[in-house]
């Protein structure tokens, strides 16, 4: 099926360091969720975005919808050794039935 | 309050054995989903039940699967005949209340998933 891309695919990253990574799609979509799945877990979700250019914060958590409804960004700052885990974008069309899931950024953090 | 719970949380089963794998959604939830996760991958979506209407089982990968549940509550996903390329971990979703067309509230596409179950196919 359709899945978004996210990039990077993984990164390792010094603790304290901020974090970026982006999620793109071929198509529009009217809401955009980030989730962050730990291992042997379920996802969980950290920030929905329901707004074209809507920027929102969870924490040291922040997220972008971006202005094309084709994109969106998320931010995390000065990552700690509990942000390691595998990060899943999602985006919902507004009139489909399900979510479409990202290829999720990996990020694991060295101390 | 509770989460999405699922069971079992391991299954280790025979290729050609059937297996039936549970999920009972946060209580009020209308809505469940049904993914799969292999290794190292993303989410591939399978089914999703919305109340009485009918499920929308496009992402059943072959005759194998099947799942069903009744009214607002627990579902069960069976495959039968197991592959080893069934192996993945088994993930169910519920949300709360999901609106069909956009504009509608908040929190409508917030799904919130169970632990997962994972199957080993042998």
């Known amino acids: 099926g359709q899945q978004l891309n996210q990039s990077p695919q993984s990164m390792f990253i010094q603790e304290g360091e901020d974090v970026s990574m982006n999620c793109t799609s071929s198509?529009?979509?009217?809401?955009w969720l980030w989730y962050k799945q730990d291992p042997g877990e379920g996802p969980v979700l950290l920030i929905a975005?329901?707004?074209?250019?809507e920027l929102t914060s969870n924490g040291r958590l922040t997220a972008q919808f971006g202005i094309t409804r084709k994109d969106s960004f998320l931010n995390i700052s000065a990552s700690i050794p509990s942000d390691v885990g595998i990060y899943f974008c999602?985006?919902?069309?507004?009139?489909?039935?399900?979510?479409?899931f990202g290829t999720g950024t990996r990020l694991q953090v060295t101390l | 309050g509770a989460g999405v719970s699922q069971s079992p949380s391991n299954k280790v089963t025979e290729k050609g054995k059937d297996v039936e794998l549970r999920c009972d959604p946060i209580?009020?939830?209308?809505?469940l989903y049904w993914y799969r996760q292999s290794l190292g991958q993303g989410l591939e979506f399978l089914i999703y039940f919305q109340g009485n209407s009918a499920p929308d089982k496009s992402g059943l990968p072959s005759d194998r699967f099947s799942a069903e549940r009744t009214g607002e509550s627990v579902s069960t996903l069976t495959i039968q005949r197991t592959q080893q390329e069934d192996s993945a971990v088994y993930l169910c979703?519920?949300?709360?209340?999901?609106?069909?067309?956009?504009?509608?509230?908040?929190?409508?596409?917030?799904?919130?998933f169970g632990p997962g179950t994972r199957l080993t196919v042998t």
């Open positions: 198509s529009i979509f009217n809401t």
């Open positions: 999602a985006g919902h069309t507004g009139t489909a039935s399900k979510l479409t």
């Open positions: 975005l329901y707004k074209a250019g």
């Open positions: 979703a519920s949300i709360p209340d999901p609106v069909r067309f956009s504009g509608g509230p908040s929190r409508s596409y917030e799904q919130y």
């Open positions: 209580s009020g939830h209308t809505a």
